[in-house]
Every structure is written in structure tokens, then in C-alpha cells.
């Protein structure tokens, strides 16, 4: 698998003279941003899906109740502040004045107390609100109290949390929605407006500024802070081919390219009209999932056997290149520059042995059962990873079947539970930012309840993992919770949710005279302007 036989072409062609690229109107500019996201925006609903592109869009739809800033501390956002009571058992939130929804109607408590129930049914960080709940009352129209059975200390972070399924703000008959039915709604009260007659997936995502949002006037910092609408349009461009971003953001036609391919990234240097630069430091975190209800990888000991396999330098490289500065491998299940970091247990991720592999497999019963690989051609980073991964399929001698197709698809299809012949999968792979795997109520693909409320896609089950997870959110300070997310990681490695693939850095490439462009690990693109 040479990988600049694969993915060097889109460079050539962008240095190529003549290409053709997209027509973009070019009316109003100056008040018009023009981004190429990461993927295709195929699901509205944030409590449905953890995509990122997901929870992009939520960002500029939604507000939060409270938000967190770069140094990890909990702020208000939605709430204008809140009052602990009751030696910890109970919390009670205050909202900002003159807060409203897209609709005009008025962001209200009960709104947010409706957001929070169809967000913590599914969300594995506020289920643990839940099991400790007393109550949760609406006091009046701009107050409400949780009430705890026990204190619980993590309570503020799990409201404020950034990472996979944050708890965003909707209409209270929104909210209603069943969580295991996707929302169709895009009423927020966020500092966008979706456009949703104008939404074509696989093709465009529109927002407009919403000028009845009053942002906080603090500076932005990761999500906490003033959000504010910049730009007085937002369009999306969904371009699936590399080498036509690419020239259509050399060219001007398009302002900002979230996740270019790494091989234009010297093109991009080299024209002075281009900012090349890494919006977060802390890396993207790649991730081989396995799908624990069929064959073969129901089987513990084939998971197991897998991991003697995989060269995470080959996964690595295959995003990157040959450029150690921007990955770094990572035998462990927490990511790097989180408390949790530890390499315990992952022996077997070290071997990186094909013929060992091949031993085990068929020590584990292996009888050539077909692995359906969901492969999102459209997504640059997971695809140069899944092309490893359906080589790798290749040399061990597994009956694979390579179902390429388009990111939106993947968020669709990882969803169903039924086996691989009738719509399922086997593998798929995804990416995250590194602040979802700093411990256990961020990574929720650590959790092992199979089909239970908190499962994530694959659906691990390890009462062992679970019972460790329960005890490190009563852990009584951060020695305690690095032990027992050291013996989480020692049974996941057991368990094999999925392969950890390591780090890399994600540069994000935009027009010089773009302006507001926030560092954080999560994709923010309120605050973002241009000049004419």
C-alpha cells in the first residue's frame, strides 16, 4: 500500500494548469463565507449521532446551558450563572434575559429541562445525572433545579462538556422527540439560522446570521465565551474530490477548507493568499471500530487477535506521510495530554506481526467468514486509514467485503444492528478529537453496555468495565480515578472495543483575509469573518 501512489494525484492535479472548479456565486462575498467541511451533513440531530459534522452544525444552531474554556473550566453560556444548595444535592440554573429561539419564541426553562431529559437518555456522561436524580423542576420560566439523590461533583462538566453529544438547547416540543428518533427540526437559538430549505445534502448547507442572538461579552475561549456571527451568510460546499477544494480555495472560490488532504498542504505554504495552520495542538485520535453482535468479531479472541496485526505507523503515515513532527503512535485507549494516559495492558498492540496474527486467528476458530468494511471515500483522513485497514483484511487471508460510499452513509448505516447481509457492517472507521478519550465520561465508545442505553456503535459489553466506570466517577481524587481508568484500560484491551490507531495533527487550510478563526479541538465556525 504506498500511499502517494494513492492520494499524491489530488496534488498534481491541483498544480495541474486549467483544472476546472466549482462556479461559486460570487455575489455579496465580502459577507458571504464559503467553508468545505469536514464531510457531508446527512443528520440534524445531536443526541441521535456523534458525528462531528453533527455537532458543527449544532454549534452554530444551538446555544449550551454552560460551555467550557481552554483551561478545561466550566462557564455559563445559555445560564447566566447557577447556585449550589443543599451540601451539593442540588444545583439551580438561572438564564440569560431576552434569550429566543429562530421561531421568536422565548428560550425558557422549560425548554431546557426538556433538552437535558432526551440528552441524558442516550448520553453516557448525563445518564450519570440521571441515576442520581432526586428531580429535575422547572421553577419558573427562567429557573430550574436538578436535585441529586448524593452529591455528584461532575455534574457542572457533564452539562458544559464539549466533546461527543454536548447537551444543546431546543424548543420544549422538540425536545419531546422520542432520542432514538432523529429530529428533523433546525430551530435553535444559536447565533445561526439553518436554512433548511436551501440544506441539498451531498451538495450544500446554508446559514444565515440570526440577528436576535445577544452573544456573552466575553472573549471566546473553546466553546465558552461570546459567540458571535461574523459573517452575515454561511455556506457549506460539500466537495468530495481533494484536488477541487483545493484549487477552488487557491482560486478564492471558496474561504476555508476544514480538513484538506495532507499532500496539498505544501501547495497551500507556498501561495501567500493561503493560511496553512493546526487548529488544535492536542491531535485527532483514529479508531478501527468493530461490530461485537456478529461474526466474526462476536468472537473475543479473534478482536484479540487482530491487534497483533495492526502497525499503527502504517495507519498513521497513510494520513500524514512521512512526517513525524505531525503523528505520534499511542498504545493506550486515553489520549495523549490527558490525566487518564497510560500503556498499560496494550502488550498485543505492540506485536505488529502478520503471521502472529494469522496463528491466532485461526487458534481462535477463524472459518472465513465475510468482514463487511464501511469505507467513507469522501473523507480524506478515515479514508487513507480504512485503505490500510482493507490491505491489512487482504494479508491476513479474511474474506472481506470493501463497501466504499460517502461519510453521511457511514453515520447512517453504523447505526443498524442487523448483520452485515442485511444492511450491518464489521468495521468501520472514525476519527475524534483528543479531548473525547481524556477519560471515561468523554470516551464514549469505552462504554460496554451492548445494546443498552449508552451503547455506542459496535456495542461492547463488559460488566467488569462498567462497574470500573461507576466506581471512577466516585473516585476521591485523581490518583484514584488514574488507577481504575488504568484497569479500564487493562479489560478494554480484553474486550477490544476497537483498535486504537494513534494521533495526528489535522492543519486546516483558509483565505489570508479570513478573520476569528478559534483554536480549540472542537470545530467552531461562529466567530469567523472575512475582510473584502
Not at 422547572?138 to 461532575?154: A, E, G, T
Request: proline letters at 6%; hydrophobic letters at 40%; aromatic letters at 10%.
Amino acid at each position: 500500500m504506498r500511499r502517494r501512489d494513492l492520494l499524491g494525484r489530488s496534488a498534481a492535479a491541483v498544480a495541474a494548469a486549467g483544472l476546472g472548479a466549482p462556479a461559486y456565486a460570487q455575489s455579496a462575498a465580502s459577507r458571504t463565507l464559503r467553508i468545505v467541511p469536514q464531510a457531508n451533513l446527512t443528520s440534524l440531530d445531536p443526541v441521535w449521532t456523534t458525528a462531528t459534522i453533527t455537532r458543527t452544525h449544532s454549534y452554530l444552531v444551538y446555544d449550551t446551558i454552560l460551555s467550557v474554556d481552554e483551561n478545561l473550566a466550566v462557564k455559563p453560556q445559555a445560564a447566566d450563572g447557577w447556585q449550589i444548595e443543599d451540601d451539593g444535592r442540588s444545583y439551580v440554573f438561572t438564564l440569560r434575559d431576552g434569550q429566543k429561539f429562530h421561531n421568536g419564541e422565548p428560550v425558557r426553562a422549560q425548554d431546557c429541562v426538556a433538552s437535558i431529559k432526551r440528552w441524558w437518555a442516550r448520553d453516557g456522561f448525563g445518564q450519570e445525572i440521571a441515576k442520581r436524580l432526586d428531580s429535575i423542576d422547572v421553577l419558573d420560566d427562567r429557573r430550574f433545579r436538578i436535585k441529586l439523590q448524593k452529591p455528584f461533583s461532575h455534574l457542572l462538566a457533564a452539562i458544559a462538556k464539549a466533546n461527543a453529544s454536548p447537551c444543546f438547547i431546543m424548543p420544549e416540543s422538540v425536545a419531546a422527540t422520542d432520542p432514538n428518533t432523529q429530529i428533523t427540526s433546525g430551530v435553535g437559538s444559536g447565533p445561526y439560522r439553518f436554512m433548511r430549505d436551501e440544506w441539498v445534502p451531498g451538495s450544500r448547507a446554508v446559514y444565515m446570521r440570526n440577528d436576535a442572538y445577544v452573544p456573552r461579552q466575553e472573549a471566546p475561549s473553546w466553546t465558552a465565551g461570546g459567540k458571535r456571527a461574523n459573517a452575515e451568510r454561511m455556506e457549506w460546499h460539500i466537495i468530495s474530490d481533494p484536488a477541487t477544494a483545493g484549487n477552488a480555495l487557491m482560486n478564492g472560490e471558496v474561504d476555508f477548507i476544514e480538513l484538506p488532504l495532507h499532500d496539498l498542504l505544501p501547495l497551500f505554504r507556498r501561495n501567500r493568499n493561503v493560511v496553512v495552520e493546526n487548529r488544535d495542538l492536542l491531535g485527532t485520535v483514529g479508531m478501527m471500530r468493530l461490530n461485537h453482535l456478529h461474526p466474526p468479531f462476536d468472537n473475543p479472541e479473534i478482536r484479540q487477535a487482530l491487534l497483533l496485526a495492526v502497525n499503527q505507523e502504517d495507519f498513521l503515515k497513510a494520513v500524514v506521510g512521512d512526517e513525524p513532527a505531525m503523528y505520534k503512535t499511542s498504545h493506550s485507549y486515553w489520549s495523549f495530554g490527558g490525566p487518564m494516559h497510560t500503556e498499560a495492558g496494550s502488550d498485543a498492540l505492540k506485536v505488529r506481526s502478520i503471521d502472529r496474527a494469522k496463528d491466532a486467528l485461526r487458534a481462535a476458530g477463524y472459518t472465513n467468514q465475510k468482514v463487511v468494511q464501511l469505507h467513507a471515500s469522501d473523507f480524506p483522513t478515515i479514508a487513507a486509514q480504512s485503505q490500510v485497514t482493507a490491505d491489512l483484511m487482504r494479508r491476513l487471508g479474511i474474506n472481506h467485503d470493501f463497501v466504499a460510499t460517502d461519510w453521511g452513509t457511514v453515520v447512517q448505516r453504523r447505526a443498524s444492528r442487523e448483520p452485515p447481509e442485511r444492511g450491518g457492517w464489521n468495521i468501520f472507521h472514525t476519527t475524534w478529537a483528543g479531548p473525547d478519550w481524556f477519560d471515561p465520561p468523554a470516551a464514549v465508545g469505552m462504554r460496554a453496555v451492548g445494546t443498552g442505553a449508552g451503547g455506542w456503535f459496535g456495542w461492547p459489553s463488559s460488566e467488569r468495565m462498567e462497574a470500573l466506570r461507576t466506581e471512577w466517577f466516585d473516585a476521591p481524587n485523581l490518583a484514584e480515578q488514574k488507577r481504575i481508568a488504568e484497569a479500564i484500560q487493562v479489560e478494554a484491551f480484553k474486550v477490544v472495543p476497537h483498535v486504537p490507531l494513534g494521533h495526528f495533527l489535522s492543519p486546516s487550510a483558509w483565505r489570508s483575509n479570513v478573520t476569528g478563526v478559534i483554536r480549540s479541538p472542537v470545530v467552531l465556525f461562529y466567530n469567523m469573518g472575512k475582510t473584502a
